[in-house]
């Protein structure tokens, strides 16, 4: 039986099927919104919107973004040598939301300029990664690729955020704040 049709039966031990419990914590945790970027095998710019994306490795420098193996631009993102993680701003929820949708003229809806590599850059974003794939493991319903940072800028700003199911504009910074 496929490990995603062990999860809709599986339950907790009050009787709560197993996918329910991962997806409602999953919306639990608040995430940056970015639109992953690549170029299909006739150079054709490609992207997706993603919240699964972190930061794997300080040295060196490198980023693991999951793709799901049904997206349209799943060949783009998992079998070229480099793809793009442009996070979003706090004003881009409509980017955002065009790069959530199957429409192949995503690209020809929004400002965007070829970055290294060809990758594109959308205009806006808070930060712009290159990232040149180094491995790609399949496991489940999702390939999780990481990328090694190849190039990149961060021009800043606030940045957009998804969680609970929904967009968040502005956060509140505590004074609790520096790196983890």
Known sequence: MPDQDLARIRTTEDGRPILDVFKDAMASLASGVAVITGLDDQRRPRGITATSITSYSANPPSVLICVANDSQSYEALTSWYHYGVNLLGADQEDVAMLFAKPDPEKFAKCAWQPGPEGIPYLE????????????A?????????????????TPGGSPLVYCGRSFFHELTRTDQGGEL
């Open 124 to 135: 806006g974003a808070i930060a712009r990664l290159v990232c040149q794939t180094v491995r």
């Open 137 to 153: 493991i399949q496991h489940g319903t999702h390939t999780i690729v990481i990328g090694e940072i190849v190039g990149g800028d």
